[in-house]
Structure formats: C-alpha cells, structure tokens
Nanobody
C-alpha cells in the first residue's frame, strides 16, 4: 500500500512558476515509476512527466523544456517544477506511483494559470 499527498498548487499568472510536491508513504520499497498526470476540465487525464527508479524521465511534448520532474528518495518525495506556465496548463495535477503492478493516485492539486 502506498499513500500519496500532493501540495503546491494554486493560482499563477501566465509566464510564472509553481512547484508541486508529492509526499509518499507506505510500502515505498516496491515503487518503480512515479510521476504526475493532469486533467483539465472536460478532458481526459494525461501524462505530464514520469521518473523511474533508475532515474530516467519522460515528459509529454507540451511541457518539455518548461517542466522538470525530480525524485528525492531520502525524503520520499517527487516534485514537479513548472516554469513558463501557460493558461492551457490549467488542470488538476495528480501524483502517481506504480507499486509493483498496481497504480496509486493522490487526490490532486489544482493549478490555475491566468492569462
């Protein structure tokens, strides 16, 4: 079992920055991949960025060069630094973890980017 709790969402103007954090607790040893997904109003949930236990990262094309995912194993956190935010980045952002073959999700944190 894994518990994920996000923090750091909020309202920011276009061009601004936000940093999301996800605190991980529970059976951390079995976690392989962690990441962030987002869901905008009226749209399906989509992958934003992931990081594997080996350190590899993956980003959706729309955030490459603007967002950076990082994982701190000592603190059991995964973070998403978001720079040059755009109104189209507005969404609920969810922390994600794959624990062996099971998927776990946080409750989400709202990011609103005003134009």
């Amino acid at each position: 079992q894994v518990q994920l709790v996000e923090s750091g969402g909020g309202l920011v103007q276009a061009g601004g920055s936000l940093r999301l954090s996800c605190a991980v607790s529970g059976s951390i040893f079995g976690i392989r991949t962690m990441g962030w997904y987002r869901q905008a109003p009226g749209k399906q949930r989509e992958l934003v960025a992931t990081t594997s236990s080996g350190g590899s990262t993956e980003y959706t094309d729309s955030v490459k060069g603007r967002f950076t995912i990082s994982r701190d194993s000592a603190k059991n956190t995964v973070s998403l630094q978001m720079n040059s935010l755009k109104p189209e980045d507005t969404a609920v952002y969810y922390c994600y973890a794959k624990w062996y073959t099971m998927d776990y999700w946080g409750k989400g944190t709202l990011v609103t980017v005003s134009s």
